[in-house]
């Protein structure tokens, strides 16, 4: 860095100094706070964007948004040049830059990070940088700090896309860096486009719904994912569809509402109640990245049926399972057995779940928790799907198979024009392009639902039973320390401390369809505890048995 680029960091970070005894620290969700000490990390983000935008030589996004958590907070998250989360390996040194004490300390740590990566300052490619947010008060004046941090890099560029979100943002990232058009417009177009493609392809002997009611009613959390639902929505006009509690409404982000709300408490969001009863609902979470949906019983104060990520993912995978078969019936198109289709869960998935899908002959590969090690492996396959419980998924297709199926397809067209080979092709070109591939997206996960449920024929409820969950519990046991416990085979093995795992697999033994992990906490000196069994009885009665078990080795 020359004595230009060294002032004009000192001269713009002496004007947003770390508030004291404030100390961040960089997660799956970025940096997160109340909002009113975010200014100095947001304006920190932004320097940090500017540099991987140098090392990548990418578009690279930043996202202010603190999700799911309440009103007062805020947030500040990357998304890398692929529409991802900002690369691990540049996890540590955002915590080091956002937590640097002074401008003179900022300066050295960048000078260094520098030097060690490498980052070019040769001005052949300035930084560039798409910052977006989502409807919080808050989120009116950061975006300025965040450019402020972009800016304090020569030559850096930072294009403010407006209210978004998340997953809008991340599909703008990673459209940008594969040189399409990337406005708001784009975005809606790509989504009602392929969805109108799927709808015309639905077969004829399917389109008469079996459910009573065909309507749909989304609780949008109060925020920025409801207001942008009701526009998709005004685009299509082909959907039966009601949106409750948007941010154009009045009611508070994220209270009493929301995916996160529902999917944990089981229970219907504000504004919706037993005049909902036999009617399809949907939420989506604060900044519209997670999806789940439910149906409100007749009785009040009853328990809603709740359809999680697990079905969610079920749904996707039966749908794809589909058009593949079909595309392999065509004899004279060979290769197609190589479409290598993968499904990937984390230990928290439902075991019924997950015996469902590989009685589907599906291959189920389970990972650590956490969306970035179920996006990795997902990317491993033709097609990958991955959904957490709490709604939060997508489906990723690789470049190669994407560009066989454009190949099949125009020769099925020119050759079997019409044929059910012709259109599950189309289908799954469609789904690639309806599905938001960067990062899981509820806006794209609701048309994607609504068009399967056409396309098959079935109510919410011939949905819900596909299985039926098992009965689970999940409890935290206060640790000296949690690093104590390490684990193996995607956290569903203890290896430390010896014999804990053994004890566990004695007294899991003794419940039928017993299941029980435990794992350390990525943030907290608790170790987690997840039980299931064929009764709630039996999940909590083992839960509370290995709850004990972690207590007696580790205290």
């Known amino acids: 860095m020359n004595e230009e680029q060294k002032s004009l960091l000192l001269e713009s970070s002496s004007r947003f100094l770390l508030s004291q005894g404030v100390k961040v620290s960089y997660g799956t969700a970025g940096f997160r706070e109340d909002a009113s000490i975010l200014s100095s990390t947001v304006y920190r983000v932004g320097i940090l964007a500017a540099l991987r935008s140098l090392k990548t030589q990418s578009v690279i996004g930043v996202m202010i948004t603190a999700s799911h958590n309440k009103f007062s907070d805020n947030g500040v998250k990357i998304a890398d040049p692929n529409g991802g989360m900002l690369s691990q390996h540049w996890e540590p040194f955002a915590d080091k830059l956002a937590n640097a004490p002074s401008p003179q300390q900022l300066l050295q740590l960048i000078n260094?990070?520098?030097?060690?990566?490498?980052?070019?300052?040769?001005?052949?490619?300035?930084?560039?940088?798409?910052?977006?947010?989502?409807?919080?008060?808050?989120?009116?004046?950061?975006?300025?700090?965040?450019?402020q941090g972009v800016t304090s890099i020569v030559g850096a560029v930072a294009s403010d896309m407006g209210i978004l979100t998340t997953p809008q943002l991340h599909w703008m990232v990673r459209a940008r860096n594969k040189g399409i058009k990337v406005s708001e417009q784009d975005y809606f177009e790509q989504l009602t486009s392929s969805f109108r493609c799927l709808m015309d392809l639905i077969p004829?002997?399917?389109?008469?719904?079996?459910?009573?009611?065909?309507?749909?009613?989304?609780?949008?959390?109060?925020?920025?994912?409801?207001?942008?639902?009701?526009?998709l929505h005004n685009l299509l006009n082909v959907l039966d569809m009601e949106v409750r509690n948007s941010s154009e409404d009045e009611g508070v982000l994220n209270d009493g509402v929301g995916a996160?709300?529902?999917?944990?408490?089981?229970v219907a969001p504000r504004g919706f109640g037993s005049k909902d009863a036999g009617t399809r609902c949907a939420s989506l979470d604060g900044d519209a990245d997670r999806l789940v949906y439910f149906s409100v019983p007749p009785e009040s104060n009853a328990q809603i049926d709740l359809v999680d990520g697990d079905k969610i993912l079920s749904l996707f995978a039966v749908f794809i399972r589909e058009q593949l078969s079909l595309l392999n019936e065509k004899e004279d198109?060979?290769?197609?057995?190589?479409?290598?289709?993968?499904?990937?869960?984390?230990?928290?998935?439902?075991?019924?779940?997950?015996?469902?899908?590989?009685?589907?002959?599906?291959?189920?590969?389970l990972t650590p928790t956490g969306v970035k090690y179920l996006h990795e492996k997902a990317a491993e396959f033709d097609i990958g799907i991955y959904f957490e419980a709490n709604g939060h998924g997508t489906i990723l297709f690789s470049e190669s198979f994407i560009e066989w199926l454009e190949v099949r397809s125009n020769m099925l067209s020119s050759g079997s024009k019409g044929s059910e080979a012709e259109k599950a092709a189309l289908r799954l070109l469609a789904v690639s392009k309806l599905i938001n591939q960067a990062v899981g997206?509820?806006?794209?996960?609701?048309?994607l639902v609504e068009v399967i449920l056409k396309h098959m024929g079935w109510s919410i409820h011939r949905w819900n039973e596909l299985y039926i969950d098992l009965?689970?519990?999940?409890?935290?046991?206060?640790?000296?320390?949690?690093?104590?416990?390490?684990?193996a085979n995607a956290e569903t093995v203890v290896v430390s401390p010896p014999g804990l795992q053994e004890a566990i697999n004695a007294e899991t033994a003794k419940y039928n369809q017993g299941r029980c992990f435990v794992r350390p906490s990525g943030t907290e000196d608790v170790v987690?505890?997840?039980?299931?069994?064929?009764?709630?009885?039996?999940?909590?009665?083992?839960?509370?048995?290995?709850?004990k078990l972690v207590d007696q080795f580790l205290g």
């Open 112 to 147: 260094e990070f520098v030097e060690k990566e490498r980052i070019p300052f040769d001005g052949v490619r300035p930084a560039e940088i798409l910052l977006g947010r989502d409807t919080r008060p808050s989120g009116e004046a950061l975006p300025e700090a965040a450019r």
């Open 204 to 231: 004829t002997e399917r389109k008469v719904f079996d459910g009573v009611n065909d309507k749909l009613v989304v609780d949008g959390a109060n925020g920025v994912g409801g207001a942008k639902l009701r526009i």
């Open 441 to 447: 997206d509820a806006l794209s996960g609701v048309l």
């Open 528 to 547: 987690r505890v997840y039980a299931e069994a064929s009764t709630q009885e039996a999940a909590d009665t083992l839960a509370n048995g290995v709850a």
């Open 260 to 266: 996160d709300y529902v999917q944990k408490e089981k």
């Open 333 to 365: 198109i060979k290769n197609c057995g190589k479409a290598r289709l993968g499904i990937v869960q984390t230990a928290y998935a439902n075991g019924a779940s997950t015996n469902y899908l590989k009685n589907l002959d599906l291959e189920v590969n």
């Open 471 to 487: 009965p689970g519990r999940q409890l935290k046991v206060k640790v000296a320390d949690r690093t104590s416990v390490v684990t």
